[in-house]
């Protein structure tokens, strides 16, 4: 499975971004897609994360702001991301699996200005 993630950039405080992800690899290898995040000095982290079926779950940090969904016909998922806050600043990284993130992309960089 191969993943390519896109979207990234610098926005100010209270700006939307959408990131996508792009996979290779047969339906059921990538029944699970999501999206982990990594802050400068701190453990990576879950985002959001949805399979095959449409099945969503988020983080608690980024409940109401941000929304993930899926074209299951392009193997691609997309990250839309409202009211950004300076603490969203962080490498993030399209993962997908079976049951879980089992293999991982490049990272993109989100960065929110205050």
């Known amino acids: 499975v191969q993943l390519q993630a896109s979207g990234g950039g610098l926005v100010q405080a209270g700006g939307s971004l959408r990131l996508s992800c792009a996979a290779s690899?047969?339906?059921?290898?990538?029944?699970?897609m999501g999206w982990h995040r990594q802050a400068p000095g701190k453990q990576r982290e879950l985002v959001a994360s949805?399979?095959?079926?449409?099945?969503?779950n988020y983080a608690d940090f980024v409940m109401g702001r941000f929304t993930i969904s899926r074209d299951n016909a392009k193997n691609t998922i997309y990250l839309k991301m409202n009211s950004l806050k300076p603490e969203d600043t962080a490498v993030y990284y399209c993962?997908?699996?079976?049951?879980?993130?089992?293999?991982w992309g490049k990272g993109t960089l989100v960065t929110v200005s205050s």
């Open positions: 993962n997908a699996g079976i049951l879980g993130p089992q293999n």
């Open positions: 690899g047969s339906s059921f290898s990538i029944y699970y």
């Open positions: 949805i399979t095959t079926s449409g099945r969503t």
